[in-house]
């Protein structure tokens, strides 16, 4: 079974532009959450889905950053416009259902604004 | 605000030996403590996890310890093996809103 997908794999833009990053996840999940990581923050949780529903967003730094998930299979984060210190590897989770369960992390995408 | 606190920051281990990775946490509204391994290029991928009604979890040659009272909890790797060299991540959750520690380096050397 093919776990969370995640796209592009690495991104390097230059500061001021729209990126995108999308999220598959598995397939029967109903819970979908939004992951930052560096270096000086470690991972930080940004929103979460749950039934295609954002429950809590209160992670998302600032208002250049947005998500969306339009249905099941799929979500993307936007981040417009963007600048250097939004350089970071994001990570896309799902879990099965509600409250308490194993996370299942895609790989991440690499984030570099110059 | 850290709400999870997470040591070592590192850790060398010879292989055969003991690796102890110790967690503590603030809110006593968690309920939910899993462990995560993250190799380079790599999502973290679960390991084990706990909650709190039990204080102790063994899988294979990993095992949580968790001491509710004193709101800390710890990774065992017994018999660490150079394979188990990874950053580990410990975490804490309520109802999907997981925190996570800041991660240790665990090198085991042959």
């Known amino acids: 079974d093919a776990g969370v997908i995640q796209s592009p794999r690495h991104e390097v833009t230059e500061m001021g532009q729209e990126v995108t990053l999308r999220c598959k996840p598995i397939?029967?999940?109903?819970?979908l959450f939004w992951y930052r990581q560096t270096m000086m923050r470690g991972l930080e949780l940004l929103i979460y889905?749950?039934?295609?529903?954002?429950?809590?967003d209160s992670g998302m730094p600032e208002d250049r950053f947005s998500a969306k998930m339009p249905n099941a299979s799929f979500s993307t984060l936007k981040i417009q416009p963007s600048e250097p210190r939004d350089s970071a590897v994001y990570f896309c989770a799902s879990s099965p259902n509600w409250s308490n369960q194993p996370q299942h992390f895609g790989d991440g995408t690499r984030l570099s604004i110059l | 605000q850290q709400q999870v606190k997470q040591s070592p920051q590192s850790l060398i281990v010879q292989k055969g030996g003991i690796s102890i990775i110790n967690c503590a946490y603030e809110?006593?509204?968690?309920?939910?403590f899993p462990w995560y391994q993250q190799f380079p290029g790599k999502g973290p991928a679960l390991l084990i996890a706990?909650?709190?009604?039990?204080s102790e979890k063994k899988e294979g040659r990993f095992t949580i310890s968790f001491n509710k009272s004193a709101k800390q909890f710890s990774l065992h790797i017994m018999d660490s093996q150079p394979g188990d060299s990874a950053t580990y991540f410990c975490?804490?959750?309520?109802?999907?809103?997981?925190?996570f520690g800041a991660g240790t380096r665990l090198t085991v050397k042959p």
């Open positions: 889905f749950n039934n295609n529903v954002p429950i809590d």
């Open positions: 809110n006593t509204a968690f309920d939910y």
């Open positions: 397939s029967g999940h109903n819970s």
């Open positions: 706990i909650r709190p009604d039990v």
């Open positions: 975490a804490a959750s309520n109802n999907n809103d997981m925190r």
